[in-house]
């Protein structure tokens, strides 16, 4: 996987005027269209920048959702059975993982080719997300956990469709001179919906159908703008490719031979992912179990550090966006990026106080802002294929979903291992296979 292929050009391809939305946002789209008119280039289309603005809109509640469901179900079932937690929590996003497997690259490869007169993004961003309304609603108003496993893989499937489909539109809709910077403001909306969700699911961890649902609804409001106002390119059935599912699901796997930069860019996110999965599924528990807070201050607790880390996070979204667009360069941010958060989860293993873990929370953030902002304008800029770039990025986003099948699965026996609550070992190995990933991302030859 060491040789060089040429880098697709204009892949995902820059939008034409007539692509986007001739209409302008209202209400708080407006104030980001005006900050997205400063931060990503005065220069720009009219219509990118008032895509840009809708896409904001819409991210602040779809990360919300991404980033509180997960907690959100952790607290659900440590409340219902907190001897269980691991094995129950473990199981259900296991499966979840296991499923999406499928179901991620198939809902790509389906909106790439769905030629309906609303677009081809619009309808699957919608439908996903009653889905995900109605199953989260049952995880709230049950106790069964037999249940709450069945819902939660319908629900968050759903849910990440929704998300997957969502970000394939900055791909599609932005120039590549700009997409880091996008993805970076993009990033900062994430910041700023990880603190506000963390708060939400602890004021709300005694209300269970409302922890689980406020995250989704929120989504679904915030997305609302997007749905209407952004007009998404119809296509029509000549336009589109053949769907092939024999040839579609053989396609998941790359071909090392004939496109190495993707193969390396996609093994290095799915070492990176390992590192965010066990970091981000567990550190709720590690609130309980390392540091001894009762559920109810834990959730607080979690608030409290995704509140700290949002400043930070905020700086490193866009600056590091910035910095990689005017460098030309991916690469090293994305080296950078690992290596922080390797050190970061050594740093939490080892901690005994509140204030040491927050240290390490902080450096996580640091870089996975700046991971998840340079790494993804990476990925874009080796898809294989950009008529199929809702099929290849939802392939990158198996990257950081495999995690969620091993980690969850595995961590139960690690945390076992000794005297019990082995942190280090989980969170050690994780660190590891993360500077590995800073390594394996210079295999990649045709980005800088």
Same mark, same amino acid.
């Given at each position: 996987?060491?040789?060089?292929?040429?880098?697709?050009?204009?892949?995902?391809?820059?939008?034409?005027?007539?692509?986007?939305?001739?209409?302008?946002?209202?209400?708080?789209?407006?104030?980001?269209?005006?900050?997205?008119?400063?931060?990503?280039?005065?220069?720009?289309?009219?219509?990118?920048?008032?895509?840009?603005?809708?896409?904001?809109?819409?991210?602040?509640?779809?990360?919300?959702?991404?980033?509180?469901?997960?907690?959100?179900?952790?607290?659900?079932?440590?409340?219902?059975?907190?001897?269980?937690?691991?094995?129950?929590?473990?199981?259900?996003?296991?499966?979840?993982?296991?499923?999406?497997?499928?179901?991620?690259?198939?809902?790509?490869?389906?909106?790439?080719?769905?030629?309906?007169?609303?677009?081809?993004?619009?309808?699957?961003?919608?439908?996903?997300?009653?889905?995900?309304?109605?199953?989260?609603?049952?995880?709230?108003?049950?106790?069964?956990?037999?249940?709450?496993?069945?819902?939660?893989?319908?629900?968050?499937?759903?849910?990440?469709?929704?998300?997957?489909?969502?970000?394939?539109?900055?791909?599609?809709?932005?120039?590549?001179?700009?997409?880091?910077?996008? $993805?970076?403001?993009?990033? $900062?909306?994430?910041?700023?919906?990880?603190?506000?969700?963390?708060?939400?699911?602890?004021?709300?961890?005694?209300?269970?159908?409302?922890?689980?649902?406020?995250?989704?609804?929120?989504?679904?409001?915030?997305?609302?703008?997007?749905?209407? $106002?952004?007009?998404?390119?119809?296509?029509?059935?000549?336009?589109?490719?053949?769907?092939?599912?024999?040839?579609?699901?053989?396609?998941?796997?790359?071909?090392?031979?004939?496109?190495?930069?993707?193969?390396?860019?996609?093994?290095?996110?799915?070492?990176?992912?390992?590192?965010?999965?066990?970091?981000?599924?567990?550190?709720?528990?590690?609130?309980?179990?390392?540091?001894?807070?009762?559920?109810?201050?834990?959730?607080?607790?979690?608030?409290?550090?995704?509140?700290?880390?949002?400043?930070?996070?905020?700086?490193?979204?866009?600056?590091?966006?910035?910095?990689?667009?005017?460098?030309?360069?991916?690469?090293?941010?994305?080296?950078?990026?690992?290596?922080?958060?390797?050190?970061?989860?050594?740093?939490?293993?080892?901690?005994?106080?509140?204030?040491?873990?927050?240290?390490?929370?902080?450096?996580?953030?640091?870089?996975?802002?700046?991971?998840?902002?340079?790494?993804?304008?990476?990925?874009?800029?080796?898809?294989?294929?950009?008529?199929?770039?809702?099929?290849?990025?939802?392939?990158?986003?198996?990257?950081?979903?495999?995690?969620?099948?091993?980690?969850?699965?595995?961590?139960?026996?690690?945390?076992?291992?000794?005297?019990?609550?082995?942190?280090?070992?989980?969170?050690?190995?994780?660190?590891?296979?993360?500077?590995?990933?800073?390594?394996?991302?210079?295999?990649?030859?045709?980005?800088?």
């Amino acid at each position: 996987m060491s040789d060089t292929t040429a880098l697709p050009p204009r892949s995902p391809r820059d939008p034409e005027p007539g692509d986007l939305a001739p209409g302008t946002a209202a209400g708080p789209a407006t104030a980001l269209r005006d900050e997205a008119h400063h931060d990503v280039d005065p220069a720009a289309p009219r219509s990118v920048r008032r895509t840009v603005a809708l896409v904001l809109v819409a991210g602040l509640g779809m990360y919300i959702m991404m980033l509180t469901v997960n907690t959100a179900l952790s607290l659900r079932i440590a409340s219902i059975d907190p001897g269980q937690k691991e094995a129950v929590f473990g199981r259900a996003v296991s499966l979840s993982a296991l499923v999406m497997l499928v179901t991620i690259p198939l809902g790509g490869a389906l909106s790439d080719r769905t030629t309906s007169r609303f677009g081809r993004r619009r309808p699957w961003i919608l439908g996903s997300l009653v889905v995900a309304l109605l199953s989260m609603a049952v995880i709230g108003s049950t106790d069964s956990f037999a249940l709450i496993t069945f819902a939660y893989v319908i629900g968050i499937v759903a849910a990440q469709n929704a998300f997957s489909t969502y970000a394939v539109i900055p791909v599609e809709g932005v120039p590549d001179r700009l997409r880091a910077r996008v $993805m970076g403001l993009m990033g $900062m909306f994430g910041a700023l919906a990880m603190s506000a969700g963390s708060y939400l699911a602890a004021a709300l961890v005694g209300i269970p159908v409302a922890l689980m649902v406020v995250p989704v609804l929120l989504a679904a409001l915030t997305t609302i703008p997007l749905l209407v $106002m952004y007009k998404d390119p119809v296509k029509a059935a000549a336009d589109v490719p053949p769907l092939d599912l024999r040839a579609m699901f053989s396609g998941m796997v790359v071909s090392p031979r004939r496109h190495p930069d993707f193969a390396w860019a996609w093994f290095s996110r799915f070492l990176a992912g390992i590192a965010m999965t066990a970091m981000f599924s567990f550190f709720i528990f590690y609130l309980m179990d390392g540091l001894n807070l009762p559920i109810a201050q834990a959730g607080a607790s979690a608030g409290t550090l995704s509140l700290a880390s949002a400043p930070v996070s905020i700086l490193f979204f866009t600056v590091s966006g910035w910095l990689s667009d005017k460098l030309g360069r991916r690469k090293p941010f994305v080296a950078l990026a690992a290596i922080l958060m390797a050190i970061a989860l050594v740093v939490a293993a080892t901690s005994t106080t509140f204030t040491q873990f927050l240290v390490a929370w902080l450096i996580f953030a640091m870089g996975q802002a700046m991971y998840l902002t340079v790494d993804l304008a990476l990925c874009a800029a080796v898809l294989p294929d950009a008529r199929d770039a809702g099929k290849d990025m939802a392939v990158f986003q198996l990257a950081l979903s495999l995690p969620n099948i091993i980690v969850p699965a595995l961590a139960p026996a690690v945390l076992a291992m000794g005297a019990g609550h082995n942190y280090l070992l989980l969170w050690g190995g994780a660190a590891v296979l993360c500077a590995i990933g800073a390594l394996t991302v210079f295999r990649v030859r045709g980005v800088r």
